[in-house]
């Protein structure tokens, strides 16, 4: 199976920019959130919606994989990797910017904008950004989770449109066969006057075979 016909290649390229474009969506909203009410951010002890934004990555990328309609399982963990890997880096990206605009402008009242997204400002808040994934688990454990939460649910349906798709593609391909099957042959072209059955060959004579003398 070719990867054009499997959807392999293009399921990897077309996923690919999906994850990138939800984590540069997911960091904009990690700069952002303190923008946010209060009363949003705050509720269900702030659970609620980064789990919510995990599921939206999850579901962008596996409609973006899903939509060239693949035919492989390699997909699956790809896209596991994918959605997991975009949660990761956009809370890293949004929560670096957010550390490198503080430290470099001390006593600052308002909140992190995207005017402040500037390589020196995520260089100079990286080393503090990865902490995040480097702390001790009974700390870190909301960031994992809403990794967990985007690879699975990646991962399952992912594992649900390819299911399908093998499934459709088997079905046509049965009905395919027995069209094929069910078509009659057409019956054999024979001239006006032609017998249904040609006649039996008559015995070539044999040089060698010694003949008969002619009776007078």
Not at 147 to 167: G, H, K, Y
Request: charged residues 15%.
């Amino acid at each position: 199976m070719s990867h054009k016909r499997s959807g392999l290649l293009s399921g990897l390229i077309v996923g690919l920019l999906a994850g990138l474009i939800c984590a540069a969506g997911l960091g904009a909203a990690v700069l952002l959130q303190e923008s946010l009410p209060g009363d949003i951010t705050a509720f269900g002890n702030g659970l609620p919606l980064p789990l919510a934004l995990s599921l939206v990555i999850a579901l962008v990328v596996s409609f973006a994989m899903g939509s060239v309609r693949p035919r492989t399982f390699v997909l699956v963990p790809v896209a596991t990797l994918y959605a997991g890997g975009s949660v990761a880096a956009g809370q890293i990206a949004g929560l670096a910017v957010m550390i490198g605009s503080a430290q470099r402008t001390p006593g600052r009242q308002t909140p992190a904008g995207l005017s402040d997204v500037t390589l020196p400002a995520f260089t100079e808040g990286l080393p503090e950004a990865t902490a995040l994934y480097r702390d001790p688990l009974t700390e870190t454990w909301p960031a994992w989770l809403y990794i967990a939460v985007a690879a699975l649910a990646a991962l399952v349906l992912v594992t649900l449109r390819v299911t399908r798709v093998r499934r459709s593609q088997r079905a046509q391909e049965a009905e395919k066969t027995e069209v094929e099957a069910e078509e009659p042959r057409e019956p054999e072209y024979r001239a006006p006057f032609e017998p249904a059955q040609a006649p039996a060959p008559k015995p070539t004579t044999d040089l060698f075979t010694p003949r008969k003398p002619a009776r007078e």
